[in-house]
T-cell receptor
Framework: GENVEQHPSTLSVQEGDSAVIKCTYS??????FPWYKQELGKRPQLIID?????GEKKDQRIAVTLNKTAKHFSLHITETQPEDSAVYFC??????????FGPGTSLSVIP | GAGVSQSPSNKVTEKGKDVELRCDPI?????LYWYRQSLGQGLEFLIY????????KSGLPSDRFSAERTGGSVSTLTIQRTQQEDSAVYLC?????????FGPGTRLTVT
């Protein structure tokens, strides 16, 4: 089955700097890679996703890249703000099977 | 439209008692997932329902845990003879196609 690893487990950046979180997956059949943000005490919220037919997707300050050959994908947050502080989860799967989550990255943005 | 809902939002039970947790998915979503999240931890997959197919129970931690989905809609997760290590937030998510949406969770405390 699918196995997703995520690094780093914790990340601290200064406000305005960029943050990068990296994930690897094991199942070459996976074609869908979402990222979720979970603020303290709240449910995970989908912030961006990428499908295997593209290598990069951007939404304002957030971008994701995908390298299917190497089986890794990354989340990039530019111009970080204190409200970006949260736990971020990557995931991998398909539209017809379960999605497996990485262990999470706790991001702290220092004002 | 309405999102995924879960009830109760909080449940305190004594060790050894049975509990039932309910999930109402987004109308029309064919896939439904249950996850467990212990304090400060990641999203542990428990069980997955997809349409009329047999559920994927590969994540259930013991035979004390079971789940059903009636009429392809509402799902109930049952934990029998609860133990203190069952204390966690239980999250339900539903999905149609690629995107998966989480409910607010049920916080279970076993005393």
């Amino acid at each position: 089955g699918e196995n997703v690893e995520q690094h780093p487990s914790t990340l601290s950046v200064q406000e305005g700097d960029s943050a990068v979180i990296k994930c690897t997956y094991s199942d070459s059949a996976s074609n869908y890679f979402p990222w979720y943000k979970q603020e303290l005490g709240k449910r995970p919220q989908l912030i961006i996703d990428i499908r295997s037919n593209v290598g990069e997707k951007k939404d304002q300050r957030i971008a994701v890249t995908l390298n299917k050959t190497a089986k890794h994908f990354s989340l990039h947050i530019t111009e970080t703000q204190p409200e970006d502080s949260a736990v971020y989860f990557c995931a991998a799967g398909t539209s017809y099977d379960k999605v497996i989550f990485g262990p999470g990255t706790s991001l702290s943005v220092i004002p | 439209g309405a999102g995924v809902s879960q009830s109760p939002s909080n449940k305190v039970t004594e060790k050894g008692k049975d509990v039932e947790l309910r999930c109402d998915p987004i109308s029309g979503h064919t896939a439904l997932y249950w996850y467990r999240q212990s304090l400060g931890q990641g999203l542990e997959f428990l069980i997955y329902f997809q349409g009329n197919s047999a559920p994927d129970k590969s994540g259930l931690p013991s035979d004390r845990f079971s789940a059903e989905r009636t009429g392809g809609s509402v799902s109930t997760l049952t934990i029998q003879r609860t133990q203190q290590e069952d204390s966690a937030v239980y999250l339900c998510a539903s999905r149609w196609g690629f995107e998966q949406y989480f409910g607010p969770g049920t916080r279970l405390t076993v005393t």
